[in-house]
């Protein structure tokens, strides 16, 4: 595949029940400066769902895809490789529902594999997509704080798996693993690093949309730590849960850490964020000893649903300040200051 072909980059939105599930990552899709580069790959289920959406809502595009998975979609990174080996254009990336390019994004990264033809792929900067809160900084942070603005940009051995674009040739020459390397867990970073592949960390910008409401923010804690604390190589006899259970001071600092680096950007408003911060990481390491000693439970179902309507989990306010800036009908402007920290609300 060449990069002066006639799509330049394979973007895939992957839809859990109905097409109205993506309408505003498609909508900021469309924004996209080069649209016209774009190959654009729905998944879904069944592919007439997409019968839904309007003519002018896939419009602009170099190439639309409509593909089937066969069956209900419980895994966002699962289904997208259909998209993968179906796909045409020599770059491709996953973007999930809850996330919201800027309109540059594509265009610097086409731009940084042309720069660097070493590299397998690009990774870009995480801002928040909620109206600024303690609790969603807080959840935030705590999943992406080392992607979060301001970040290094440059040749690294590894980046944010989240919305990394990638040469489609390298994925498909791990074709036979990709339902195994690609969904959270299946290590397809270090899998890469181990090859002696590089990543650019570029500048192209996306938002995130964290949870800002505690039931939800404390069960996928909980869950993540519970996922963690069963991996086969953590259980075994006594001996090997004891041990496991001694690594919580470890985990839990290793957890912290990277979000203290960012609270000097927040000024005032750093204490009532850490606060929660601290909690959340203790939910997580809990959850991690009940992995440890009683197993994954529904640990994994909890962390795939909470890929899906992440609408559900935020503050009638976040709603709000979506709909202002990246609206389903398209045609809404990202934040003049994405990370302006000074305006923080209590959670």
């Known amino acids: 595949m060449s990069l002066s072909g006639q799509t330049k980059i394979g973007l895939i939105l992957v839809a859990a029940e109905q097409a109205s599930d993506i309408r505003r990552p498609l909508a900021c899709?469309?924004?996209l400066k080069n649209a016209a580069d774009v190959e654009l790959l729905l998944v879904g289920q069944d592919a007439s769902l997409f019968n839904d959406l309007m003519p002018h809502e896939t419009a602009g595009?170099?190439?639309?895809?409509?593909l089937s998975w066969g069956e209900p979609i419980s895994n966002v990174d699962?289904?997208?490789?259909?998209?993968?080996?179906?796909?045409?254009?020599?770059?491709?990336?996953?973007?999930?529902?809850?996330v919201y390019l800027e309109p540059d994004w594509a265009q610097i990264v086409i731009e940084s594999f042309d720069a660097y033809p070493e590299i397998i792929g690009v990774?870009?900067?995480l801002e928040i997509a909620n109206k600024p809160a303690a609790l969603a900084w807080a959840n935030h942070l705590f999943a992406l704080s080392k992607?979060?603005?301001?970040?290094?940009?440059?040749?690294?051995?590894?980046v944010s798996r989240h919305h990394v674009a990638y040469r489609t040739s390298w994925?498909?020459?791990?074709?036979?693993?990709?339902e195994a390397l690609l969904p959270r867990g299946g290590g397809i970073i270090e899998h890469a690093a181990k090859e002696g592949g590089l990543f650019m960390a570029s500048e192209a910008r996306l938002y995130h949309l964290s949870p800002s409401v505690w039931r939800p923010s404390l069960g996928i804690r909980v869950a993540s730590g519970r996922a963690s604390g069963s991996r086969p190589r953590l259980q075994g006899g006594l001996f090997r849960k004891l041990a496991a259970s001694l690594h919580v001071p470890r985990i839990f600092w290793w957890r912290l850490r990277p979000q203290l680096k960012k609270y000097r950007r927040f000024r005032l408003r750093a204490m009532p964020i850490s606060l929660i911060s601290l909690l959340l990481t203790a939910v997580e390491c809990y959850g991690y000893l009940l992995g440890v000693w009683a197993g994954p439970g529904e640990a994994e179902a909890?962390?795939?649903g909470h890929e899906f309507h992440r609408e559900n989990d935020?503050?009638?306010?976040?709603?709000?300040?979506?709909?202002?800036h990246w609206p389903v009908s398209g045609g809404g402007m990202p934040p003049s200051k994405p990370f302006d920290t000074t305006t923080t609300e209590a959670a």
């Open 29 to 31: 899709l469309r924004a």
């Open 302 to 304: 909890i962390i795939c």
């Open 171 to 178: 994925l498909l020459q791990h074709d036979d693993e990709l």
């Open 147 to 158: 992607y979060t603005p301001p970040v290094d940009s440059g040749l690294v051995p590894r």
């Open 123 to 125: 990774g870009c900067a």
């Open 78 to 98: 699962l289904a997208a490789a259909v998209a993968i080996r179906a796909a045409d254009s020599p770059l491709i990336a996953i973007i999930e529902d809850h």
């Open 314 to 324: 935020v503050r009638k306010a976040d709603i709000r300040y979506i709909n202002q």
């Open 61 to 66: 595009f170099g190439r639309v895809q409509r």
